[in-house]
């Protein structure tokens, strides 16, 4: 069996990140990543629509599900520190998104693929780790080749838009993984609204605990968009979604708006339709109209276009897994209560963020958390 003095399974966002701190702080060490894809960081290909949104400015504990295991505040890293020290110059958006300048996610991983290769961290690709087994004094990894290891790193990701047996592997360590489901994902919804497929409109959405304005865009049977991908976390099956189209207007300031527009005119369709394409798409309009017997009815249904959710999309299109290993068998530093020197980084914990860098944060943070405890339990620097 070969050994090394770290093994990373997963050569994704958090995995890699972990393996370039690692060899920053201790060149010496031998750091060996095993990933099961043909390359690298795929994932991270496609964040942000291919700009990749790095991470947030605000980054708060009630952005994240499930960070109580930081007991006081979330530690501090820098981020646009850490990513300058590469090479990467981020910039932030009016809501607080970091992007870098480049908006570019394959340069952002073309950087981090030279740091991983200039550090001469190993990574071996096509590598799918099968087994895990603890002995008395190391691990012992399985795959196309055998290997020892006193510290290991799991980095495994999710099954988000992937594939993978971390979880699996993690049950095998005697950890628990708590229910999977998708997350910041599309919803289906059981009206027809195949006529405004494509159309985006900022708004608000209203659901169960949920209430915030930002962006959907409707799809051919349902919605997406940034703000339905938050909102999928807090909807099932069957529940009501309620749209507010024109959040910062009073009702009554709606009504006299379409009163005055069409009364020059007759109240028949078109009228209406002139009447409201002041304020929203016209197919939306059309809809609305279409929905309604009056204009009392056309004000309601603009602030408060009612949606029934026939379900979500699955893991094939989430961005995200809500569940993943349970936390309570993982210190602050990352490392597993149940098992010394095993460290679980990542999306593959239980942790989720909100639509916005904020799973990304997560995943560097975790590893840059990690690499630095692994360095002060295990090793001296050089
Ligand atoms: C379409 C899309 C867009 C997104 N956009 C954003 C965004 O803009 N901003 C944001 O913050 N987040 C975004 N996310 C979420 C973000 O990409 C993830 O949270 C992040 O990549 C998690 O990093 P990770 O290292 O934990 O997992 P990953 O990046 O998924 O890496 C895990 C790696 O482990 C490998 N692996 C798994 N099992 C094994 C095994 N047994 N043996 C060997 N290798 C294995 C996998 O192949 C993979 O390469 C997006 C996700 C998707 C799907």
Not at 7 to 19: D, F, Y
Not at 63 to 86: C, Q
Not at 263 to 292: F, V
Not at 364 to 380: G, H, R
Request: proline share 1%; net charge positive; aromatic share 8%.
């Amino acid at each position: 069996m070969k050994k090394r003095d770290v093994i990373i399974v997963g050569g994704g966002a958090s995995g890699i990140c972990c393996a370039i701190n690692l060899k920053r702080a201790n060149k010496n060490l031998s750091v060996t990543v095993l990933e099961q894809n043909d390359k690298i960081l795929k994932k991270l290909l496609k964040t942000g629509n291919g700009k990749c949104n790095i991470g947030n400015e605000n980054i708060t504990k009630d952005r994240y599900h499930n960070f109580d295991f930081f007991k006081e505040n979330i530690p501090s890293f820098d981020i646009k520190k850490y990513f300058l020290d590469m090479g990467i110059l981020l910039k932030k958006d009016e809501i607080g998104r970091l992007y870098p300048y480049c908006e570019s996610a394959s340069n952002v991983v073309d950087i981090l693929r030279n740091e991983a290769d200039r550090l001469k961290v190993e990574v071996i690709t096509e590598f799918t780790v099968t087994d895990i087994k603890k002995t008395k004094l190391n691990y012992e990894i399985y795959g196309k080749e055998n290997y020892q290891t006193n510290v290991l790193v799991l980095a495994c990701g999710s099954i988000a838009q992937s594939h993978t047996n971390g979880y699996e592997l993690a049950r095998n360590l005697n950890h628990t993984v708590t229910d999977l489901k998708a997350g910041l994902t599309p919803i289906k919804v059981k009206e027809d609204v195949k006529s405004l497929q494509g159309i985006r409109i900022k708004c608000r959405a209203i659901a169960n605990d949920f209430a915030r304005d930002g962006e959907i865009l409707f799809k051919e049977n349902g919605i997406s968009g940034i703000l339905s991908l938050e909102l999928s976390r807090y909807v099932s099956n069957n529940d009501k979604i309620v749209l507010d189209l024109v959040p910062n207007v009073d009702e009554k300031y709606i009504e006299n708006f379409i009163e005055n527009k069409a009364k020059s005119q007759r109240y028949d369709r078109d009228s209406l339709l002139i009447a409201l394409s002041g304020m929203l798409p016209k197919m939306l309009s059309l809809l609305i109209i279409k929905k309604s017997k009056n204009i009392e009815e056309i004000v309601k249904n603009i602030k408060n276009l009612t949606l029934t959710v026939d379900s979500l999309y699955g893991f094939n299109n989430s961005q995200i897994v809500v569940g993943g290993v349970d936390i309570k068998d993982i210190y602050s530093t990352f490392e597993s209560k149940i098992n010394n020197n095993l460290f679980i980084i990542g999306e593959m914990l239980d942790v989720d963020g909100d639509c916005g860098g904020y799973n990304l944060y997560f995943a560097w943070l975790s590893a840059y958390i990690c690499s630095n405890s692994i360095i002060k339990e295990n090793f001296t620097k050089s």
